[in-house]
């Protein structure tokens, strides 16, 4: 038996910090596109670079072509950004990847992306005493959205040049989204990647970068 001294469950809690007369309340209903604007804003300040933290889609021509590839993106998959060094290729294509994540998760849907630099493609492709370099352009293959930055920039191999091919190529075939970038023009860019997969960029919506470079104009 208790003694009447002893302190009633109330007390006890008290002592606890809890009280049984305070309101239940409940957590707020999970909100998923709440969350993936969320989950896809932190992904995407960690793969952009802080030079281009606020990129946007402002070109006009590149806003344009977001319109079409948005309505229909097996019409309208590649976008091919060439012009001089600093002109805004890099902005804009960093600014494509934003604008469109943030469609997907308005939409409440899963986007995965990646983005690349030609040079560092190379680096990854070229042979490698662990055997990694067999399976490095895997990812970029599969990816739903790509963006393949300075392409034909930096030492190429025939080696290499292989990859680039291959990827070009599986991404076109399957009219995946892909944003290309490059200072070269046509001619030099054929010798650098190779007739075949300048080809298959021929079918990609192109924009020229006109303009002097940006980075002397702050």
């Given at each position: 038996?208790?003694?009447?001294?002893?302190?009633?469950?109330?007390?006890?809690?008290?002592?606890?910090?809890?009280?049984?007369?305070?309101?239940?309340?409940?957590?707020?209903?999970?909100?998923?596109?709440?969350?993936?604007?969320?989950?896809?804003?932190?992904?995407?300040?960690?793969?952009?670079?802080?030079?281009?933290?606020?990129?946007?889609?402002?070109?006009?021509?590149?806003?344009?072509?977001?319109?079409?590839?948005?309505?229909?993106?097996?019409?309208?998959?590649?976008?091919?950004?060439s012009?001089?060094?600093?002109?805004?290729?890099?902005?804009?294509?960093?600014?494509?990847?934003?604008?469109?994540a943030?469609?997907?998760?308005?939409?409440?849907?899963?986007?995965?992306w990646?983005?690349?630099?030609?040079?560092?493609?190379?680096?990854?492709?070229?042979?490698?005493?662990?055997?990694?370099?067999?399976?490095?352009?895997?990812?970029?293959?599969?990816?739903?959205?790509?963006?393949?930055?300075?392409?034909?920039?930096?030492?190429?191999?025939?080696?290499?040049?292989?990859?680039?091919?291959?990827?070009?190529?599986?991404?076109?075939?399957?009219?995946?989204?892909?944003?290309?970038?490059?200072?070269?023009?046509?001619?030099?860019?054929?010798?650098?990647?190779?007739?075949?997969?300048?080809?298959?960029?021929?079918?990609?919506?192109?924009?020229?970068?006109?303009?002097?470079?940006?980075?002397?104009?702050?």
């Amino acid at each position: 038996m208790h003694s009447s001294s002893s302190p009633d469950v109330r007390e006890l809690l008290a002592r606890r910090g809890i009280d049984l007369s305070a309101p239940v309340t409940e957590d707020p209903p999970f909100d998923p596109v709440a969350w993936r604007l969320e989950h896809y804003a932190a992904k995407l300040a960690a793969d952009i670079p802080a030079m281009f933290h606020d990129a946007q889609p402002d070109h006009a021509e590149v806003r344009a072509w977001l319109t079409k590839h948005l309505a229909d993106p097996a019409a309208f998959p590649s976008l091919f950004l060439s012009g001089n060094t600093g002109t805004g290729k890099t902005h804009q294509s960093y600014g494509v990847l934003r604008h469109l994540a943030g469609v997907a998760a308005r939409a409440n849907r899963d986007f995965r992306w990646l983005t690349v630099t030609h040079p560092d493609l190379n680096a990854a492709a070229r042979i490698k005493p662990d055997g990694s370099h067999a399976y490095a352009v895997e990812p970029y293959m599969e990816v739903e959205f790509l963006i393949v930055d300075d392409l034909a920039a930096g030492k190429a191999s025939e080696f290499t040049n292989e990859h680039i091919t291959r990827l070009i190529d599986h991404r076109w075939s399957r009219r995946m989204a892909t944003v290309y970038t490059t200072n070269l023009d046509p001619d030099t860019l054929e010798a650098a990647i190779g007739e075949r997969a300048l080809s298959r960029l021929a079918d990609a919506t192109r924009v020229e970068m006109g303009g002097a470079d940006r980075r002397f104009n702050r």
